[in-house]
């Protein structure tokens, strides 16, 4: 069982920028693939971002491409989502996921492929 605990949410206005930050509750951080989903207020969970357990892959949903930053810190546990130039449309709850390696690492970047969700932190960006 892997724990995952999100942080960094909050307001902000459009243009701006925010950090989330996502813990990870397991001595095997380097053989889970890692990303970030989003729910907005009415539609389906999204991928957004993902970075392969190594780190050595990164790969991106076609809206955030330019102005999101996915990053691993091995030593922390902990994955980073910088998020600038943010807009209305990412008005969204965000949240952590993590996948064995045994999967391959695309897989993550599909709602089916995750293996563990955290509970989701809200990001509001006003207009």
């Known amino acids: 069982q892997v724990l995952l605990v999100e942080s960094g949410g909050g307001l902000v206005q459009a243009g701006g920028s925010l950090r989330l930050s996502c813990a990870a509750s397991?001595?095997?951080?380097?053989?889970?693939?890692m990303g970030w989903f989003r729910q907005a207020p009415g539609k389906e969970r999204e991928f957004v971002a993902a970075?392969?357990?190594?780190?050595?892959?990164?790969g991106y949903t076609d809206a955030v491409k330019g102005r999101f930053t996915i990053s691993n810190d091995n030593a922390k546990n902990t994955i980073i989502l910088q998020m600038n130039s943010l807009e209305p449309e990412d008005t969204a709850v965000y949240y952590c996921?993590?996948?064995?390696?045994?999967?391959?690492?695309?897989?993550?970047?599909?709602?089916?492929?995750?293996?563990?969700w955290g509970k989701g932190t809200l990001v509001t960006v006003s207009s």
């Open positions: 996921a993590a996948a064995s390696d045994i999967k391959s690492w695309p897989t993550i970047k599909s709602i089916s492929g995750v293996n563990y």
């Open positions: 397991t001595r095997y951080f380097n053989r889970y693939h």
């Open positions: 970075i392969s357990a190594l780190g050595g892959a990164t």
